[in-house]
């Protein structure tokens, strides 16, 4: 490998690194808030937290439908 690949391995590795340390205390925070919070409340919390997990794979296949529906 090239000096140039093994900095950009060594960034990739460094930003997934801190990224997982940031934000595995939230999740688990949030997560434990989820548990505990029952009713209505509850259920909205949830769609709001699970929401960026459906919608980006359901965006994309509508884009893709479309862009190949012509």
């Known amino acids: ?3 140039t690949e093994l900095a950009a391995l060594r ?3 460094l930003i997934a690194c ?3 340390t940031l934000c ?3 999740a688990v925070a949030l997560a434990n808030w989820t548990n505990r919070v ?3 409340s509850g259920v909205w ?3 709001v937290l699970l929401a ?3 919608l980006s794979p359901a965006i994309v296949g509508l884009g893709l439908a479309g862009l190949l529906s012509h």
Do not use: D
Request: glycine residues 4%.
């Open 45 to 47: 919390l949830s769609t």
């Open 18 to 20: 801190l990224a997982v």
């Open 11 to 13: 960034t990739s590795a």
């Open 52 to 54: 960026p997990m459906v």
């Open 24 to 26: 595995t205390p939230l």
């Open 38 to 40: 029952q009713g209505r």
């Open 1 to 3: 490998m090239t000096p």
